[in-house]
């Protein structure tokens, strides 16, 4: 099992900066993608971004530009730089661990961001 601890959220003002953080723990031998998905109220969770162990990456179109992915896998820590905020981005936000062929997800945290 791998369990996900997600900090970082909160509340800023449009084009201001937010950083999030999860650390994995447990049995995080094998993870090969970490990344980030976010869930607005009324819609579907959606990716946002996600690295692998390779060190490639992916980003949902709405965020390339404003949002950076990076790992310490030392710490087998996923970070998320968001920049340039936008109201659009007020959402939800929960840490996704791949390991082998199971997905785990973290609790989620909050991040409202004010017109």
């Known amino acids: 099992q791998v369990q996900l601890v997600e900090s970082g959220g909160g509340l800023v003002q449009a084009g201001e900066s937010l950083r999030l953080s999860c650390a994995a723990s447990g049995t995080v031998f094998g993870i090969n993608a970490m990344g980030w998905y976010r869930q607005a109220p009324g819609k579907q969770r959606e990716l946002v971004a996600r690295?692998?162990?390779?060190?490639?990456?992916n980003y949902a179109d709405s965020v390339k530009g404003r949002f950076t992915i990076s790992r310490d896998n030392a710490k087998n820590t996923v970070y998320l730089q968001m920049n340039s905020l936008k109201p659009e981005d007020t959402a939800v936000y929960y840490c996704h661990v791949r390991r082998i062929l199971n997905d785990y997800w973290g609790q989620g945290t909050p991040v409202t961001v004010s017109s």
């Open positions: 690295m692998s162990n390779g060190g490639s990456t």
